[in-house]
């Protein structure tokens, strides 16, 4: 699976920005799809996931309320739409693919190149 980030940028706390990842290569329907960021000097943590069938989705504490993730198999992507951004959202955001598996901060069969969000007080 070719994993192809797209929409990160500049913006404003307590704004809101929309990720993108398109993927390529594979049933996209089977994998489990998500984001993991790491920010400058932080290991990488899990920021949200959603099931392979759409069923399930999943937040990070840091983040929940604030962004939604959802997936269109139809078009191979998954979407990651981020409101009330913080500070500290600042980070490179990684798309991540599993096969039917939870998404994990570290252990992914699939990534995306990243795309970097800064986030300005």
């Known amino acids: 699976v070719q994993l192809q980030a797209s929409g990160g940028g500049l913006g404003q706390a307590g704004g809101s920005l929309r990720l993108s990842c398109a993927a390529s290569?594979?049933?996209?329907?089977?994998?489990?799809m998500g984001w993991i960021r790491q920010a400058p000097g932080k290991e990488r943590e899990f920021v949200a996931a959603?099931?392979?069938?759409?069923?399930?989705?999943y937040y990070a504490d840091s983040v929940n309320g604030r962004f939604t993730i959802s997936r269109v198999n139809a078009k191979n992507t998954v979407l990651l739409q981020m409101n009330s951004l913080k500070p500290e959202d600042t980070a490179v955001y990684y798309c991540?693919?599993?096969?039917?598996?939870?998404?994990?901060?570290?252990?992914?069969?699939?990534w995306g190149q990243g795309t970097l969000v800064t986030v300005s007080s």
């Open positions: 991540a693919a599993n096969f039917r598996r939870k998404i994990d901060p570290l252990d992914n069969d699939y």
């Open positions: 959603v099931s392979w069938n759409g069923g399930s989705t």
């Open positions: 290569g594979r049933t996209f329907s089977n994998f489990d």
